[in-house]
């Protein structure tokens, strides 16, 4: 089921994020970024919108965007990695966004994710970055091409 993040999510989130973390983060500053007091913050803004994917009481993937068009975390638990969930939730925030008719999907993927992207139609649109002790590769989709 996908519902909207609640606070008392924030713990799992964090938890579900932590196997990801050295795809991404290059440094102690980098870390921050994923604290439960930044994800608690994430949850209070009106411009995020943070969803959660649940299974029998199991937060199981997570996914937010930044209005108008910046996914900001898409993780899905490493247990259901080719299940088919990360596609479905993908599809859940892609229908929100089309919603809000955006022209373009924005993205800082991790290289792990990066080919996940591509099959979501995402192109590179520059070479990898590092800053604010993150590593990433800027991606973008456009949502007007079939």
């Known amino acids: 089921m996908i519902r909207i993040a609640q606070t008392g999510d924030v713990k799992n989130i964090v938890k579900l994020i932590q196997f990801y973390m050295n795809d991404i983060v290059i440094s102690e500053s980098g870390r921050c970024h994923f604290s439960e007091e930044i994800i608690s913050s994430l949850l209070d803004r009106k411009d995020v919108h943070y969803y959660v994917y649940e299974e029998a009481g199991s937060l199981c993937a997570v996914i937010a965007y930044k209005e108008p068009n910046h996914v900001l975390h898409f993780f899905v638990d490493h247990a259901f990695k080719g299940t088919g969930l990360g596609r479905c939730l993908w599809g859940f925030m892609e229908a929100e966004l089309m919603k809000q ?46």
């Not at 590179?124 to 007007?144: A, D, Q, W, Y």
């Open 101 to 146: 008719n955006v022209e373009n999907i924005t993205v800082n993927s991790s290289v792990y994710a990066q080919p996940i992207y591509e099959k979501f139609g995402f192109n590179t649109v520059s070479k990898m970055v590092e800053e604010h002790g993150l590593r990433f590769i800027p991606m973008l989709k456009n949502m007007n091409k079939n």
